[in-house]
């Protein structure tokens, strides 16, 4: 039996907007298994970021169960939800939300800066998620020395560096022209076949469908 990384039983995520009751999720159950690559699919307002930001303990249910590796956050105070956001998931973004005067590897050091280790394993850690995006030759350039390709493998790096259980990835490509964009999608690839789990949230078909998986929403619920 496969084990189960990510596990939503039930889970609700309501919002209040003046008199109305928005539901962004609406009664969802899901099971991810550990190697997974998942592809959470849906049109805007479905549902996806409202998913992904539950998944990565960004925020918290209306109700139900969310485990996260093993760790059942519902009730979960900010600080416990921090440390299992720092240890467990990797997050990249469309984005990239790369620090402007920062060098790469400075970039990517910064989550390590929460992990207690010293300077010189924070930055030989860093030096090495650099290498394994192809980015040894670049550590020492700002954001607006590179190309968004290069900012989204830098973005991958600073997601990497803390060894999480789970890579997340909101739209990883949306800001990117197709031959860069399939260049960092083999990427994933690659890194899903080194045995990371993968959540890659999308409203791209063609993108969601090179995932081993599919997960489709619609106005809250689990469609397809």
Do not use: W
């Amino acid at each position: 039996m496969t084990e189960s990384v990510i596990r939503l039983e039930d889970v609700t995520r309501y919002y209040l907007m003046g008199e109305f009751v928005v539901k962004a999720l609406d009664g969802v159950s899901i099971d991810i298994s550990r190697g997974e690559f998942t592809a959470i699919m849906g049109p805007s307002g479905s549902g996806k970021s409202t998913m992904m930001n539950l998944i990565g303990c960004l925020d918290t249910p209306t109700s139900g169960y969310i485990d996260i590796d093993g760790e059942n956050t519902a009730g979960l105070n900010e600080a416990e939800l921090a440390y299992i956001r720092n240890r467990k998931v990797g997050f990249v973004f469309q984005q990239f939300n790369l620090l402007g005067k920062l060098t790469a590897l400075d970039n990517v050091i910064t989550p390590l800066l929460y992990a207690g280790a010293s300077v010189r394993e924070r930055k030989q850690t860093a030096i090495h998620a650099l290498e394994r995006v192809g980015l040894a030759d670049r550590m020492h350039h700002r954001p607006n020395e590179l190309s968004g390709g290069q900012k989204q493998r830098v973005a991958i790096a600073r997601a990497l560096v803390n060894n999480p259980t789970i890579l997340l990835a909101d739209e990883p490509t949306g800001a990117l022209d197709t031959r860069t964009g399939n260049q960092i999608l083999e990427l994933f690839e690659e890194l899903n076949s080194e045995g990371r789990t993968v959540i890659l949230v999308t409203h791209d078909r063609d993108l969601g469908m090179r995932s081993h998986r599919q997960i489709h929403l619609r106005d809250g619920r689990v469609e397809a």
